[in-house]
Nanobody, 115 residues
């Protein structure tokens, strides 16, 4: 089993920045892609960004140019740097990790963008 713990969420004004972290622990081996998803109230969970084990990245169109995903394999941690935040970025952000054929989820961290 893999446990994921997200941190770094909070309340920020429009145009501000936040950095989310997700640390993996437990039975850590063969960690593959690491991703961030988000779910706004009344909406489906959506993929925000993914980074593969070799460092390739992919982003949702809505966050391209504003968000940056990165990972530290030595620390089994994935990050999401969020800049130029907008009210529509308000959501619970979830970390997702692929290990062989299994996927694991964190419990989420709330991000609220409001003046």
């Amino acid at each position: 089993q893999v446990q994921l713990v997200e941190s770094g969420g909070g309340l920020v004004q429009p145009g501000g920045s936040l950095r989310l972290s997700c640390a993996a622990s437990g039975s850590i081996f063969s960690i593959g892609a690491m991703s961030w998803y988000r779910q706004a109230p009344g909406k489906q969970r959506e993929l925000v960004a993914t980074i593969t084990s070799t460092g390739s990245t992919n982003y949702a169109d809505s966050v391209k140019g504003r968000f940056t995903i990165s990972r530290d394999n030595a620390k089994n941690t994935v990050y999401l740097q969020m800049n130029s935040l907008k009210p529509e970025d308000t959501a619970v952000y979830y970390c997702n990790v692929k290990q062989v054929l299994n996927y694991y989820w964190g419990r989420g961290t709330q991000v609220t963008v409001s003046s």
